[in-house]
Structures are given as structure tokens and as C-alpha cells.
């Protein structure tokens, strides 16, 4: 029997000129490259420049993935663009984006869910694509946390950074088996009685301001292994694979100590992987697409791979989704 699959026609990233080293952030506040080496991972990350918006990194992401689609903007009717950093409070950033790649048709919005940004927005729009109602679809994540980061406070501001990354996605009928490519199976989970473990202390409604992001660390890495690896379960159960039926796990690049601690628990090898933290930082919503281009880019992800995703985010919310690439 014949379906409706969102297949994934190419991706592409992009990453702020700038990078802030863990040396130049040891001159800024208390800490160390050591001290943040050992507890996340990272080593750097980029920080968007003054003027360039949330939506200018969505637009260098789309373009670069729309290239490696051969597809012209014009062939996009839907774009979804998960941020928590949009340029203004409205109109959503995505209609931004629609403008600036000078696409007139179609549908345009963001996706709120903070780090599970991408996932919940790659579920969103496979689920509007296979209704039948949009053809193509561009799926961003664009941060630029560096603008919503307290810059004395040590335990955040050294694990965030800025960037973007996009995938284009294709409505193509598939034989309904495992077989097929495009998106398997995802599963979406939220869980509000935890917003004050990882929150943004400001907004419209609530102070008129834009506000700084706040963090209980250890409280989000006790809840964030077990939440994220019963997402990835719940979809292996769906499409009825295992862990060793994977070809490629590509996290949210939050931590190294938390994709390590997933990965061991859900038996993935580590040579199975994709880790960009040390590089990009934390990325929020374009932590996850800016891995799938760096593993596409370097000959890792090949077509007919597949390829699990997961995320945790403020919220809490947290998903997962797995790809035939």
C-alpha cells in the first residue's frame, strides 16, 4: 500500500563569523577551559554579530540546504522555523525568512519548544505534509541565545551559543515499510510542572521585558537521560526496530555528558554518535540540524541510513523521530 512519506531532500547549516573560546570566556567570568571541558564537552562556540538576527542565520541555513536540494525558494510552500530567540515578540520570524528567500506562497510560522524546537517542528510539518495540503517544506532551528544569556553567570553562559541549521522536506508517496525514506515515526512529550528547572525569567505578559535565561543544572541532567531515551523507545517500538537497527544518533548537542549517559543507556556505540558540542556549544533548536549537515557534509550520514534524533528543552518538553535519510 502506497503512503505519503517526508523525505528529506538536503540540509544545510550556518554558523556566526565570530567564535568565543573557553580562553576568552575564563577572562569574562569565574571559570576555566578545564572547568567547562569536564562538566559539558564544549570548547567553543559562535555568537551572532551585532545587527544579525535570528531570522538573517534561518535564511543562510535555508539557502545552503535548499542548494543541496537543487530546489529553488519558489519550490517551498510551508515553512516551520523552530526558535526561542525570534527577531520580535510578532510577527513569527518564519514569515521573515519567507520574505527574505522571496517565496509568496504557502504558509509560514514558528515552533516554540525551546531545545526540542527542531523535533517538535520536524513532527509538525511531516504530519502537515502527509495530509496532503503542502508540497515541500523548508524545517529551520535559529537561535541567537548569546542575546538572552546573563554573561556573569557562569553556569549558562558558557554552554550556549548561536546558529542555524534547515532541512528541506518532500511529500513522496513510499511503500509504507521500513523500509521507506523520509520520517518513520516520531513521539512528542512535555511536562510543565518543570518550567522553573530551565526558563527564560522575562516575556511580554509577564514582565515587559525580554529576560535572562536560568538554569538548575543537575536538575535538568537528572530528568534529561530518562526523558529523552524514553522518547527514542517509544519510536524504536513504533516502527518496531532496536537500538542496533541504527545507524546514526544525532542528539541535541546540550552536553556531552548527557549524550554520552543517553547513548550508554540505550546500548548506541559511540562510534554511532554525531557530537558537535565541543565546537558549536549549545545551539538550542538548530543544535540537531546543524549535526545532521556536519555528518552529511563529512560523508557519515549516506542515503538510506538511518538516523534517530532526540531533544530535551525548557519546558519541559522532549521528543524524538526517526529518519530514513
Not at 541504527?246 to 548537542?253: A, C, K, L, R
Not at 560523508?299 to 538511518?306: E, Y
Given at each position: ?102 517565496i509568496t506562497q504557502g504558509a509560514a510560522f514558528d515552533m516554540q519548544a525551546v531545545c ?85 525569567d522575562g516575556g511580554p505578559s509577564a514582565t515587559r521585558t525580554v529576560g535572562f535565561l ?60 554525531v557530537s558537535t558540542v565541543a565546537l558549536h556549544g549549545n545551539t538550542s533548536a538548530a ?39
Open positions: 500500500m502506497s503512503i505519503i512519506r517526508s523525505i528529506v531532500r538536503g540540509c544545510g547549516g550556518y554558523l556566526p563569523a565570530r567564535t568565543l573560546t573557553n580562553a576568552e570566556l575564563a577572562g569574562m567570568v569565574d571559570t576555566s577551559d578545564d572547568w567547562i571541558v569536564q562538566r559539558t564537552g564544549i570548547r567553543e562556540r559562535h555568537i551572532a554579530a551585532d545587527g544579525e538576527l535570528t531570522s538573517d542565520l534561518a535564511v543562510a541555513a535555508a539557502r545552503r540546504a535548499l542548494d543541496a536540494a537543487g530546489l529553488e525558494p519558489q519550490a517551498i510552500d510551508l515553512i516551520v522555523l523552530a526558535t526561542a530567540t525570534p527577531d520580535h515578540t510578532f510577527p513569527a520570524s518564519a514569515v521573515t525568512v519567507q520574505a527574505k528567500l522571496g526540542s524546537g527542531f523535533v517538535f517542528a520536524l513532527a509538525t510539518t511531516d504530519s502537515m505534509l502527509r495530509t496532503g495540503g503542502f508540497s515541500r517544506a523548508l524545517v529551520i532551528g535559529s537561535e541567537t541565545f548569546s542575546r538572552i544569556l546573563d554573561w556573569t553567570d557562569r553556569t549558562t553562559c558558557v554552554i550556549f551559543g548561536d546558529g542555524a541549521g534547515a532541512v528541506v522536506l518532500e511529500a513522496t508517496p513510499q511503500s509504507g515499510t521500513l523500509a521507506d525514506r523520509g520520517v518513520l515515526a516520531a513521539r512528542l512529550r512535555s511536562d510543565g510542572r518543570h518550567k522553573d528547572k530551565l526558563y527564560v536560568r538554569m538548575e543544572g543537575r536538575e535538568v541532567f537528572r530528568h534529561a537521560v530518562g526523558m529523552m531515551c524514553g522518547a527514542v523507545e517509544d519510536v524504536l517500538a513504533a516502527t518496531g526496530t532496536t537500538a542496533a537497527d541504527i545507524d546514526w544518533f544525532v542528539p541535541h548537542q546540550a552536553n556531552q555528558r548527557i549524550i554520552d549517559a543517553s547513548a550508554h543507556k540505550l546500548g548506541i556505540g559511540p562510534e554511532k554518535i543544535s540537531i540540524p546543524l549535526a545532521l549537515d556536519h555528518a552529511v557534509a563529512d560523508g557519515r550520514i549516506k542515503p538510506g541510513d538511518l538516523v534517530m534524533v532526540e531533544a530535551m528543552g525548557g519546558g519541559f518538553t522532549w521528543g524524538a523521530a526517526l529518519i530514513r535519510w
